[in-house]
């Protein structure tokens, strides 16, 4: 199984990855296994599945990832937690993706749940920090780890200067990627990595995009940002809230022209948050002339 570090060395340019996340309900299965089958033709990356606080998530998470690393021809990556877990709770799933294949992780401390904002308590025998949890993927095995980035900071840091700090501890930890959270300029991306490149770190940053194709994708991109103020893309796409196809055209318009100036400015690859869908991400991989990765 290829680890994402490695095909980000080798695969062609510029090229893109894709995310999931676990169906609720077995009509939401089959939207996600039709999409997964659609963009597995277009050779991306990886595929990741995200990881929800919740027990029953967790375990369809964890179901999904093992699918994709046996059922389909992409390489997975696997998200994992630190929330409500203990650290012999995480051995055990962290063993678990690697019996089934699973190579690549994503290391979040993820947010406390109910309330993304609430109180974070520990687990009495769990870990408080995403840096411990890379630490603690390394140790386990030859895993390629991933965490996340936050072009605007995360919403419990508070400056920008901290939030660098504590993505530089994660690199440090021995992360071999990050993936940014949503933004809505290209600058909010490239002063990102500027920060790291000027600790010194060269480890691959991916820049999260999402395709807007409803008002519903646009709340969920602003609200998955952590963005301080409304962005004028809200402002854009406001004239057409009541008229679906209107609305499609120029928020697709919109991150198409997002992507192709990151791209512009020597981004190698773009992960695209799909929502379990797969048409609005396949025409964004044509159109920008994405290339499937190596094999």
């Not at 050779?43 to 690393?69: H, K, N, W």
């Not at 687990?123 to 993927?137: K, M, Q």
């Not at 406001?238 to 198409?256: C, I, K, L, T």
Request: aromatic letters at 8%.
């Amino acid at each position: 199984m290829h680890k994402i570090v490695d095909r980000l060395a080798e695969a062609r340019r510029p090229a893109f990855s894709i995310e999931f996340f676990p169906p609720r309900d077995a009509a939401d299965e089959q939207r996600l296994w039709h999409a997964i089958r659609q963009l597995e033709t277009m050779d991306p990356l990886f595929a990741s599945v995200t990881y929800g606080a919740g027990g029953s998530s967790r375990e369809r998470t964890i179901r999904t990832t093992g699918r994709v690393a046996q059922e389909t021809t992409l390489v997975p990556m696997a998200h994992l937690t630190a929330v409500s877990h203990s650290v012999a709770e995480l051995r055990h799933v962290i063993g678990w993706y690697a019996a089934v294949g699973v190579r690549n992780i994503l290391a979040v401390r993820g947010d406390p749940p109910g309330d993304p904002m609430g109180e974070w308590i520990a687990h009495p025998e769990g870990l408080t920090y995403a840096d411990e949890l890379v630490r603690l993927c390394k140790e386990l095995g030859d895993f390629c780890v991933g965490v996340s980035a936050f072009p605007y900071g995360h919403p419990r840091s508070d400056s920008l200067a901290t939030d660098t700090e504590y993505l530089v501890r994660k690199i440090d930890a021995g992360a071999d990627f990050a993936i940014a959270q949503l933004f809505f300029h290209p600058d909010d991306f490239l002063r990102l990595r500027e920060r790291v490149a000027a600790r010194g770190c060269t480890v691959p940053i991916l820049p999260g995009v999402m395709p807007l194709t409803t008002p519903k994708t646009l709340r969920k991109a602003v609200e998955l940002s952590g963005v301080p103020e409304t962005p004028a893309v809200v402002r854009e796409l406001e004239p057409y809230m009541d008229d679906p196809a209107s609305f499609r055209a120029a928020g697709m318009d919109f991150v198409h022209k997002l992507s192709a100036d990151l791209l512009g400015e020597g981004v190698d690859a773009l992960h695209f948050y799909t929502m379990n869908r797969s048409t609005a991400t396949g025409q964004l991989v044509d159109s920008l002339g994405l290339s499937p990765a190596l094999v």
